[in-house]
Nanobody
Framework: QVQLVESGGGLVQPGGSLRLSCAAS????????MNWYRQAPGKERELVAG????????NYADSVKGRFTISRDNAKNLVYLQMNSLKPEDTAVYYC????????????WGQGTQVTVSS
């Protein structure tokens, strides 16, 4: 059974930090590129950050560059999103996403974790 379980969300003041974690199971984690998406109320889901299967390359949305860092630990089947200098506009549900390495495999989504940035 495939699972992606996010954790680490919560309420934080502007300028604060949070670290999200996503624990993967039920598939060969090290073969999948991993991504973090977010969806704010009334808005479309957007890509926040991505990391290749072995972690050699990362990419970020312009809105989070220099503030967020994605990383992964293939030995522990974990992917992280370190979020610093948080802004109210970062408020959203954050989702972990496993991108299939081949067309005959599936993509997977986590259930999401709420991040609220407010004073």
């Amino acid at each position: 059974q495939v699972q992606l379980v996010e954790s680490g969300g919560g309420l934080v003041q502007p300028g604060g930090s949070l670290r999200l974690s996503c624990a993967a199971s039920g598939f060969t984690f090290s073969r999948y590129a991993m991504n973090w998406y977010r969806q704010a109320p009334g808005k479309e889901r957007e890509l926040v950050a991505g990391i290749t299967s072995v972690g050699g390359r990362t990419n970020y949305a312009d809105s989070v560059k220099g503030r967020f860092t994605i990383s992964r630990d293939n030995a522990k089947n974990l992917v992280y999103l370190q979020m610093n200098s948080l802004k109210p506009e970062d408020t959203a549900v954050y989702y972990c996403y496993a991108a299939r390495p081949s067309t005959w495999e599936r993509n997977y989504w986590g259930q999401g974790t709420q991040v609220t940035v407010s004073s």
